[in-house]
């Protein structure tokens, strides 16, 4: 019998990534917002990670800076990707993030990873999918990312990252992932489930779904404490037979969340899959554009949320103006900034 999916429905993690990223090679890299050759500024590390307690692998990709061979030490971003998703996707962060000097650790969850799409008989994707949305594995992933910040941290890499900067990412149900290590307070049996790792000082939330099951929204994230940037779109739609969830489920979860220090960024159209690492979703020009505006946007996020300087933040708006539909702003000033564009 299947447990009911109270902190995330099946509808929330239907949500992620349908394709995983191309493995890049090592020399030069396909550049990910246009076709042009990238010297990398990184070194990629793929490393498969055994939780001897409880009997589950957590594969991870991390994206290097060079730098940490002369003695920097990196900031860490972590992030999780959507359902049916890998280590390999979203590169186009992971690469980007790299060249801002961030170290960027993608984890692969086992449970709901691309195995849903390859692990065995076409005609049961759904009930695959359906496994995968099961409330043990949501809390699973947040352990998986537990897990590997303490493997990163106190392994041989460990000297190469700074502990005292780290930020959780994720897309759809990597975004919920995220919520739950920054805080997000569901209870069982009488019990508030603590997935809270205090080691993060900021969450990045694209396409984040609502929190299906459960009545208390606000309860539930109003304990998310620490800055935390949303990412969607007037188009971040899901459809799939039998699910779906609003564009405007994403703008609730921002209006929930109890970040003192919080910024929403809407663009106009696109898709819920744009921020993969699919490249013609939503139209091959706006996403491009899309791609290229969430990188420079999360980077100076990340850079200012962890004492690092403005680095664009403010004027991102007016950069980025022709694809933006809203920018809201609670982030900069006590006083929030809402532009309709």
Same mark, same amino acid.
């Given at each position: 019998?299947?447990?009911?999916?109270?902190?995330?429905?099946?509808?929330?993690?239907?949500?992620?990534?349908?394709?995983?990223?191309?493995?890049?090679?090592?020399?030069?890299?396909?550049?990910?917002?246009?076709?042009?050759?990238?010297?990398?500024?990184?070194?990629?590390?793929?490393?498969?990670?055994?939780?001897?307690?409880?009997?589950?692998?957590?594969?991870?990709?991390?994206?290097?800076?060079?730098?940490?061979?002369?003695?920097?030490?990196?900031?860490?971003?972590?992030?999780?990707?959507?359902?049916?998703?890998?280590?390999?996707?979203?590169?186009?962060?992971?690469?980007?993030?790299?060249?801002?000097?961030?170290?960027?650790?993608?984890?692969?969850?086992?449970? /709901?990873? =691309?195995?849903?799409?390859? @692990?065995? *008989?076409?005609? #049961?994707?759904?009930?695959? !999918?359906? $496994?995968? +949305? &099961?409330?043990?594995?949501?809390?699973?992933?947040?352990?998986?990312?537990?897990?590997?910040?303490?493997?990163?941290?106190?392994?041989?890499?460990?000297?190469?990252?700074? /502990?005292? =900067?780290?930020?959780?990412? @994720?897309? *759809?149900?990597? #975004?919920?992932?995220?919520? !739950?290590? $920054?805080? +997000? &307070?569901?209870?069982?049996?009488?019990?508030?489930?603590?997935?809270?790792?205090?080691?993060?000082?900021?969450?990045?939330?694209?396409?984040?779904?609502?929190?299906?099951?459960?009545?208390?929204?606000?309860?539930?994230?109003?304990?998310?404490?620490?800055?935390?940037?949303?990412?969607? $779109?007037?188009?971040?739609?899901?459809?799939?037979?039998?699910?779906?969830?609003?564009?405007?489920?994403?703008?609730?979860?921002?209006?929930?969340?109890?970040?003192?220090?919080?910024?929403?960024?809407?663009?106009?159209?696109?898709?819920?899959?744009?921020?993969?690492?699919?490249?013609?979703?939503?139209?091959?020009?706006?996403?491009?554009?899309?791609?290229?505006?969430?990188?420079?946007?999360?980077?100076?996020?990340?850079?200012?949320?962890?004492?690092?300087?403005?680095?664009?933040?403010?004027?991102?708006?007016?950069?980025?103006?022709?694809?933006?539909?809203?920018?809201?702003?609670?982030?900069?000033?006590?006083?929030?900034?809402?532009?309709?564009?």
């Amino acid at each position: 019998m299947k447990v009911p999916l109270d902190m995330l429905s099946r509808r929330s993690v239907l949500t992620g990534a349908l394709s995983a990223a191309a493995i890049m090679p090592l020399g030069l890299a396909a550049h990910a917002i246009t076709s042009e050759p990238k010297i990398l500024t990184y070194r990629l590390l793929d490393m498969d990670w055994h939780d001897s307690q409880r009997n589950r692998t957590v594969p991870v990709r991390l994206y290097l800076p060079f730098a940490t061979d002369k003695g920097y030490q990196a900031p860490l971003v972590v992030f999780s990707h959507g359902i049916g998703g890998s280590r390999y996707g979203y590169s186009y962060l992971g690469q980007h993030w790299a060249s801002e000097g961030f170290a960027s650790l993608h984890l692969q969850h086992v449970g /709901s990873d =691309r195995k849903i799409w390859t @692990g065995g *008989s076409p005609f #049961a994707v759904v009930d695959r !999918l359906h $496994a995968a +949305a &099961q409330e043990a594995e949501a809390i699973a992933r947040a352990h998986d990312l537990r897990f590997a910040l303490n493997q990163v941290l106190g392994g041989d890499l460990g000297h190469l990252i700074d /502990s005292k =900067r780290i930020v959780a990412a @994720g897309h *759809s149900y990597g #975004a919920n992932t995220t919520l !739950l290590a $920054a805080g +997000a &307070q569901v209870k069982r049996q009488g019990q508030m489930l603590d997935l809270l790792d205090s080691r993060l000082q900021a969450a990045i939330l694209i396409s984040a779904p609502p929190f299906y099951g459960e009545s208390a929204r606000d309860r539930i994230l109003k304990p998310v404490r620490v800055p935390s940037l949303h990412i969607t $779109a007037t188009d971040d739609v899901i459809r799939i037979p039998g699910y779906y969830s609003a564009a405007d489920d994403r703008i609730a979860i921002f209006d929930a969340v109890g970040s003192a220090r919080k910024m929403l960024a809407v663009f106009t159209g696109g898709s819920h899959s744009i921020f993969t690492d699919r490249a013609g979703t939503g139209g091959l020009r706006l996403n491009a554009q899309v791609k290229q505006a969430t990188c420079e946007l999360t980077a100076a996020f990340m850079h200012n949320a962890l004492g690092h300087g403005e680095h664009g933040l403010q004027t991102w708006p007016n950069r980025h103006a022709s694809i933006l539909s809203r920018f809201t702003d609670f982030y900069s000033s006590r006083t929030p900034v809402v532009k309709v564009l």
